[in-house]
């Protein structure tokens, strides 16, 4: 594949192969093509690294994947594969290592050229050989499409993070450049891309309210929230290699679904207001639509001739706008997948696309410096906005209809709807990559190539703080807080050593000012007798005539003049110089005598208390987390046992509608193999019911813990006004 180079964009280039880990897509699509079978592909796998325990003899789990049929049948805990879906596929989970028991045992991962092979084995409907027919792939479990009336603002409160993990997926040693930042439109919510994982913060308070992991599919370039802020959607993925979408339910951090199998990343993604459809695009110039009921592919329109940059449904759900690296933009009807309209006028490539609220209008920004907004009657520039000198990295509408930018220039500006400049914002970091406002359009939030995030007041441009993209694990701010207390609790009513010594740096500093002080006053004065003498001599040499060698007496005076004056403003420097380091001396002992020890320990104690609570939300989250997953796996049983009892019955309509005696054989054959399975998938079911139960009594344990530890870390004040 050949790709386009610009001066102007060498820079953009370089931060996405730093990010997304740049690479050539040709050898991908090649592969992608390939029919993967389980004789051909899988089956030397299944030798080289879990025949050992997965064999007829041992059958560790009840489950031999040494023989097609023996992997179909899957093992005591349910079906190990699932046609068309990795996720729901326990023998992929294992082998990525992201479920117990992890394949193979004890051992890293395997490489991802050998992972590929069971991913598109899956997604190609496990074959058995080259001439076998596809099993259908098995549909989701879960429907987010919503009705009419429930699009837009939700009914009752706005959905916020309940009890979510705040435990960090990855923490790394230097910040990394923040690429995606998003606002929920109903609640006081930012979401940033951190690395491998999204951080979610109250806009309000800045508090991390909870960390979804992004760890199995990479890194998140794209962060989105539906219309009615309950989801939260992610894309990206590992450049070269793979993209997905991910979507969260944001009040409980539950993993819903995963959309799309790109052999790169996804650059921009995005939910529609119904919820029915997922749109991405990326680095294959191609813009995909898929069905969020189904997971299946519903349109791919090739219109971009370049990556695919930006992407965004319009709030009322009947636009779909898409922008690439060369400049350009296309709407689309995302019901039939059909170009409505074709945006021409940016001279290089689109950095962001966002809808006003009304759908009426939708702005982009480009690498040529410029924002434009586009009416979509008819497709034409209403406002050019020369925003940001060398590049417009990003814009975003608020649901009031102001916008807010950044760029190369280093700025981060707001503009009201006519695209006048509001207010201008400093950033304290490097290059501004992303900026949006908050709910009410109070508060700006921007990120930069360094990775920092700070948030801003439009009323009056200050800075409110900063958001940390990349917390420290748990246990670490715990041994942090710990050290901190124990280091309190020893000073206890002692001395302090601090203080004392500021102490004595005041006596100094009010000696050295009183001696600088005196010393001025002798300079003074011995400035004043030569300013004397000089005037005696003056008089004397006015005399007529003049007394002999009265000159020669004027030149010695004039400079002993001279040196008390010099000597006299050095002096009263000095004494400027000694108030200014008295003053600094006593606003020192000041602020330390104003230090109230019980209230600072008392606060390290409550922040101890709180980071332990958050560890054991943590915990609870973990085991909510692997609960869920296995009431998921027992609704898919279900659903299997349903279609295997339906098959049952059609087999034995067949046994007694046929009376040609190869036919009945053939039939009860087949009737004898479901009976097999159906004994299988119903000892399976019962032993999930088991492994729910016991998951479902630890649920109860670390929930008992974690609010045991929840209210011992509550504020007194705030437990008395709620009792």
């Known amino acids: 594949m050949r790709v386009k180079y610009s001066g102007h964009l060498t820079f953009r280039l370089a ?26 592909h899988v089956l030397p796998l299944i030798e080289n690294h879990c025949a050992k325990c997965h064999n007829p003899d041992k059958k560790k789990g009840d489950l031999d994947l040494t023989s097609y049929n023996g992997t179909m049948k899957g093992g005591g805990s349910g079906p190990a594969v699932v046609s068309g879906n990795p996720d729901s596929s326990k023998l992929w989970r294992s082998v990525m290592q992201v479920e117990d028991p992890t394949m193979p045992p004890n051992k890293s991962r395997l490489p991802d050229k050998e992972l590929d092979v069971f991913k598109k084995w899956i997604l190609g409907g496990l074959l058995e050989t080259s001439g076998s027919k596809a099993i259908a792939a098995s549909k989701s479990t879960v429907d987010l499409t919503l009705k009419a009336g429930a699009i837009g603002k939700p009914e009752g409160p706005p959905p916020m993070p309940k009890d979510l993990s705040v435990e960090p997926v990855v923490h790394t040693t230097h910040l990394n450049p923040v690429t995606a930042l998003a606002t929920s439109p109903w609640a006081p919510l930012f979401a940033i891309a951190g690395q491998k994982q999204i951080l979610v913060y109250d806009s309000d ?13 990479g890194q998140p370039a794209d962060l989105k929230f539906s219309r009615n802020g309950k989801l939260l959607l992610a894309g990206g993925g590992r450049g070269g290699k793979s993209g997905r979408v991910l979507v969260w339910e944001i009040t409980t951090g539950e993993r819903l679904m995963t959309i799309g199998e790109e052999y790169d990343t996804v650059l921009a993604a995005d939910i529609s207001p119904d ?70 006028g940016h001279k290089s490539g689109i950095t962001a696309l966002s809808w006003r609220a009304d759908s009426k209008f939708i702005a982009s920004s480009s690498e040529d410096g410029t924002v434009k907004v586009w009416e979509t009657q008819d497709g034409k520039a209403i406002k050019t906005i020369n925003a940001h000198t060398g590049g417009a990295l990003w814009v975003s509408y608020s649901q009031d209809g102001k916008l807010v930018s950044c760029g190369r220039d280093n700025s981060v500006t707001a503009w009201d709807g006519n695209g006048t400049k509001v207010k201008s914002f400093t950033f304290p970091g490097e290059i501004a990559l992303r900026a949006v406002f908050n709910l009410d359009a109070t508060r700006v939030a921007a990120t930069d190539f360094a990775g920092h995030v700070a948030v801003w007041s439009v009323k009056d441009g200050k800075q409110l703080g900063e958001l940390d993209p990349n917390p420290l694990p748990l246990a670490e701010q715990i041994s942090l807080a710990e050290k901190k207390v124990t280091e309190l609790q020893s000073k206890g009513d002692k001395p302090d050593p601090e203080a004392a010594a500021a102490e004595a740096a005041l006596a100094k500093a009010t000696a050295a000012l009183d001696a600088s002080k005196k010393a001025a006053d002798e300079a003074k004065a011995a400035q004043t007798a030569r300013e004397a003498e000089v005037a005696k001599l003056k008089a004397a040499a006015a005399a007529i005539p003049p007394p002999a060698g009265i000159m020669d007496k004027m030149v010695p005076a004039r400079e002993a003049r001279l040196k008390a004056r010099t000597a006299s403003t050095n002096a009263l420097q000095l004494v400027q110089t000694r108030t200014k380091e008295l003053a600094q001396a006593k606003a020192k002992v000041e602020k330390l005598n104003a230090v109230d020890k019980t209230k600072l320990l008392a606060e390290a104690q409550a922040q101890l208390k709180k980071l332990k609570a958050a560890q054991a939300q943590a915990s609870l989250f ?24 339906e098959a049952l019955k059609t087999e034995n309509k067949n046994l007694a509608s046929n009376s040609d005696s190869a036919t009945k054989t053939k039939a009860k054959e087949e009737l004898k193999k479901l009976s097999g399975e159906m004994k299988d998938v119903q000892a399976a079911m019962k032993k999930l019911e088991r492994e729910i139960a016991s998951e479902q009594s630890r649920y109860e344990k670390v929930a008992a813990e974690y609010e045991r530890v929840k209210t011992a870390s509550a504020d007194p004040a705030a437990q008395q006004s709620k009792s």
């Open 15 to 40: 931060m996405l192969r730093a990010l997304l880990g740049f690479a050539v897509l040709g050898t991908f699509c090649a592969s992608a093509q390939e029919k993967i079978t389980y004789q051909d």
């Open 205 to 217: 308070k800045l508090d991390l309210l909870g960390i979804l992991p992004f760890s199995v599919e």
């Open 275 to 344: 919820q029915g459809k997922v749109a991405l695009g990326g680095p294959t110039r191609l813009v995909k639509i898929y069905s969020t009921k189904s997971g299946e592919m519903l349109h791919k329109m090739k219109k971009h001739t370049d990556w695919v940059t930006a992407l965004a449904f319009s709030p009322n759900g009947e636009m779909l706008a898409t922008a690439d690296r060369n400049g350009g933009i296309v709407v689309w009807d995302p019901e039939n997948g059909q170009e409505v309209l074709n945006l021409t």
């Open 622 to 645: 973990k085991v909510r987390e692997s609960l869920t997953a296995k009431k998921r796996e027992r609704e898919r049983m279900l659903a299997l046992l349903s279609e295997k009892e």
